[in-house]
């Protein structure tokens, strides 16, 4: 530490020692030398009064420090103390340098500038003091690291009163940072008392426990700027140097600047008192002239001689209690040596109680390790024995677990058959279900027109046919479709198509589809409601139904399919599994008998014009449903065969499906339809995009590689179905017209027989007379016939009492299951 550099410690007060920061010559007379005792004295009893305040170079900290104290520590003395850290680095021509590398000259006129710097910004926090009317004294130290010099000036000089600045708690970084509190609360003497500051706000304190034991002097290494102390040599020149009047005055301020020089220059400070020599004689051998002048001679020795051991008895009281102060240390060390002895008997004691403990257990350990050890001899008897009848038993569990396996085996590819039945069966279930309620609903179908005559075009069950009336279509009002779709929500809308946009809706009790036309394509409000007449009357199984219109919004009111399009299935875009080979093919067949139903209808033919995978919706039992087909009869001739009508309408995903021919001539015919069809033909060979697609199956078909186009998630393609397949598809993808074929009734009885052209046989009287499927539940009839049970009874139901057969009247309507029908078709499909 330095505070002007003192050079003997605090307790001692003798001459040629440092006090309040100024040397006392050895030259003092001895009476000098007791005042300026009894001056430390009495600086060392007011040592309790002063507030010490730790300061830094931040001054705006240091002044919400000195405020804080102003405001607790009325009428208290306060004590600046500042820990000077000098700098690791000297800055130079070349750069910084360490201390250690720089110049000496260079770093001595570097240290020489940090102090002066460090008293500039001391003055200034006196300034504060004197400007606060309170007294105020400075302490400087030099020291490598701040908090190490803060409780080191604390446990030298005894500081019991410390203001020091803080961190919050819960602020991280600046407690990283800054430890300086953190240290000082930790490693202060217990009888320090510490108050820590966070922006002139008290955050804790850290309260003394203890007493000092010895009381140094508080004041070995201060400045006064404020005191008491008044020694006669300062006052040979008529004033008092630290007269409290004094304070605000430019002169005690140049005395704190000369008192500290000596600091920033490197050494201690020092100030030259002059007294006069005492009187005497003008001759050293003169002797007294009279009795008085001998009396006044031997009292001036008297009180020489009274002063000398006066002087000599504070010298002897101070050194008593240097001695006093290390005897306590030393009684301090012996207590704490007293402390770590009885600790290590301590565990001493503990070490012998474990050992003995330990020793127990060992011998305890031992008996039961000649227990354990006859037990094993016993039990390796008994293992010998029970080991060779285990051999015996293992040999006979081998035997019979190459018999498990064996069982296993069987049993495992008699499951892997059961359950391909069973999922024969199921497919196969579900196929003729479909099959048979279609064939039901033709029949429906068929007799209505019947009895209605033989007027208009219908299609049912394969046959064109005619009726007196066509079935009128419900009319709807822009309400009914407003409360259906939430006012045609977008929440509401499924898709945007080139024609209008479609919502889903609930009327009729059902969920259906509703499509909104743009008007400004559409024809006239006569025209349209004609059209759409004829729309409707259109009813064939793989076309999507039309339930009404409403000619108020120019929508139309189609029935809901809920397992969405071909494209969605084809490219693993829904939850349904992928397509055999057996139901792509079913697939074709169905889109091409609704394309022939389109192209023969009267007195003119219908052609779809946007024949694509997104236009073929799927419905429960994934039969094919072929929507939008006729829009472009809604729509004016104007903008069908319109350039901008094409190019706004051709990039909505349609243009790879546009027939060639059409794009060069802008005529659309059932032949446009035709090549649609052939792309989406090769689309299910393949599952393959349609852009390029054509080209890229002929070089594969010249090439003959087929069957490393086909689409391989769909199962292994019988090479006659899928070259029959890839020649129509090619043949249909002509870019001339007239080089494709037309879908004839012909085309679509060979297209549905590919799918069962490689199927077994199916004996004739499994075949229910109605449907011509295989029956899964005979059931015996009054006329001697055996028929699929739901056919049969929705037959009675209508209200026949004839039999489908003969068309006699049956003799009752009760029904009788036929079981060793239904038998002999289960093990025949189990054989198949």
């Known amino acids: ?20 920061g100024f040397s006392l010559p050895s030259s003092l007379p001895l009476g000098l030398h007791g005042l300026a005792t009894s001056h430390a004295v009495e600086a060392i009893e007011e040592c309790d009064e002063k507030v010490h305040v730790a300061v830094g170079k931040t001054v705006q900290k240091a002044v919400n420090l000195l405020q804080w104290a102003f405001t607790h520590f009325r009428n208290r003395e306060i004590l600046i103390l500042h820990v000077h850290q000098p700098s690791s680095v000297i800055p ?5 340098l360490p201390a250690t590398q720089a110049n000496p000259k260079v770093v001595s006129a570097f240290r020489r500038e940090e102090r002066e710097q460090t008293i500039k910004l001391l003055e200034q926090y006196v300034s504060i003091c004197l400007a606060a009317k309170v007294k105020a ?82 004041s070995q290494t201060v400045i ?62 003169s002797s007294p002239q009279s009795s008085a002048e001998r009396d006044v001679y031997l009292d001036s020795r008297s009180e020489v001689e009274e002063e000398r051991l006066n002087a000599q008895l504070i010298e002897a009281k101070i050194e008593a209690e240097a001695a006093r102060d290390k005897v306590f240390t030393e009684l301090l060390n012996c207590k704490r040596l007293e402390a770590e002895a009885m600790e290590a008997i301590r565990k001493v004691n503990l070490f012998e109680s474990a050992h003995a403990c330990e020793v127990k257990l060992r011998k305890e350990a031992e008996g039961a390790l000649r227990a354990t050890i006859q037990e094993r001899q016993k039990l390796l008897v008994e293992n010998e024995e029970v080991a060779s009848e285990l051999q015996r038993t293992m040999r006979n569990v081998a035997l ?9 085996r069987r049993r495992d590819e008699a499951a892997d058959e059961l359950s391909l039945i069973q999922a024969s069966i199921s497919a196969l279930w579900h196929e003729k279900q479909q099959i048979r309620r279609q064939k039901m609903e033709a029949l429906r179908w068929l007799e209505r027109w019947k009895s209605l005559g033989q007027l208009g075009p219908v299609y049912c069950n394969g046959v064109i046919g005619s009726a007196e009336e066509l079935p009128q279509l419900a009319e709807f009002s822009l309400l009914d479709l407003q409360n259906a779709t939430c006012n045609f929500s977008e929440s509401f809308k499924i898709l945007e198509g080139a024609y209008g946009s479609i919502y889903k809706g609930e009327m009729l009790g059902r969920t259906v589809a509703i499509r909104k036309l743009h008007i400004h394509d559409m024809q006239g409000p006569a025209e349209f409601h004609q059209e759409v007449q004829v729309l409707g009357s259109l009813q064939h199984p793989h076309l999507l139904t039309l339930l009404g219109v409403c000619p108020e919004a120019w929508s139309l009111v189609y029935e809901y399919l809920p397992n969405g399009s071909l494209q969605d299935l084809l490219f693993r875009k829904s939850n349904i599994s992928s397509l055999t080979w057996n139901n792509r093919v079913r697939m074709i067949a169905e889109i091409a008998s609704a394309l022939c139903f389109l192209h023969s209808s009267k007195p003119e033919s219908i052609v779809h014009g946007d024949l694509k995978l997104e236009n073929i919706l799927l419905d429960s039992a994934l039969c094919c449903k072929i929507c939008e087909f006729g829009i472009c009869r809604l729509v004016r001739e104007d903008s069908l065969y319109c350039p901008s009508f094409r190019l706004s309408t051709e990039p909505k995903g349609s243009f790879t499906y546009t027939d060639p021919e059409f794009q060069r001539s802008g005529i659309l015919t059932p032949k446009s339809d035709i090549y649609s069809f052939g792309l989406i033909i ?9 852009v390029g697609l054509a080209i890229e199956v002929r070089k594969a078909v010249s090439c003959g590689n087929l069957y490393s186009i086909l689409d391989g998630s769909s199962g292994e393609w019988p090479s006659s179905v899928a ?19 037309e879908i004839t009734p012909t085309l679509v009885r060979e297209l549905e027989q590919l799918h069962v052209s490689e199927e077994r046989a199916v004996p004739s009287f499994f075949l229910c007379p109605i449907l011509q499927e295989i029956m899964h539940d005979p059931q015996l009839a009054a006329d001697g016939f055996t028929y699929e049970g739901e056919a049969i009874r929705e037959w009675l139901e209508s209200g026949h009492e004839t039999s489908p057969m003969t068309n006699l009247k049956l003799s009752h309507l009760h029904l009788t299951p036929n079981h060793s029908l239904r038998l002999a078709i289960q093990d025949w499909l189990c054989k198949s």
Request: charged share 20%.
């Open 1 to 20: 530490m330095e505070l002007l550099k003192p050079s003997h410690p605090p307790q001692h007060v003798a001459t040629g020692e440092t006090f309040y």
């Open 92 to 96: 130079t021509l070349l750069g910084k």
């Open 137 to 218: 004294s400075i302490m400087i130290a030099e020291a490598d690291q701040v908090q190490k010099g803060i409780v080191d000036l604390v446990i030298r000089h005894g500081i019991r009163k410390l203001v020091i600045g803080a961190v919050p708690e819960n602020c991280i970084k600046m407690k990283r940072k800054s430890g300086k509190a953190n240290y000082t609360a930790k490693n202060a003497p217990p009888f320090c008392e510490i108050w820590f500051i966070y922006k002139g706000k008290h955050m804790w304190t850290r309260e003394a426990s203890e007493k000092p034991h010895s009381l140094p002097s508080c």
């Open 224 to 285: 006064p700027a404020v005191g008491s102390l008044r020694s006669r040599s300062f006052q040979g020149a008529g004033r008092a140097l630290f007269d409290s009047e004094s304070l605000q005055s430019n002169s005690a301020r140049t005395e704190i600047c000369s008192g500290i020089g000596s600091w920033v220059q490197g050494g201690n400070v020092e100030t030259e008192t002059v007294f006069p020599p005492p009187a005497s004689s003008s001759s050293s051998n």
């Open 400 to 408: 019979l677990d190459s018999r498990a396996h064996e069982a296993n």
């Open 682 to 690: 090769l689309q299910l060979l393949t599952g393959r995009t349609p």
């Open 723 to 741: 070259i029959r397949l890839v020649e129509l598809g090619l043949q249909c993808c002509q870019q001339n017209g007239r080089d494709r074929p």
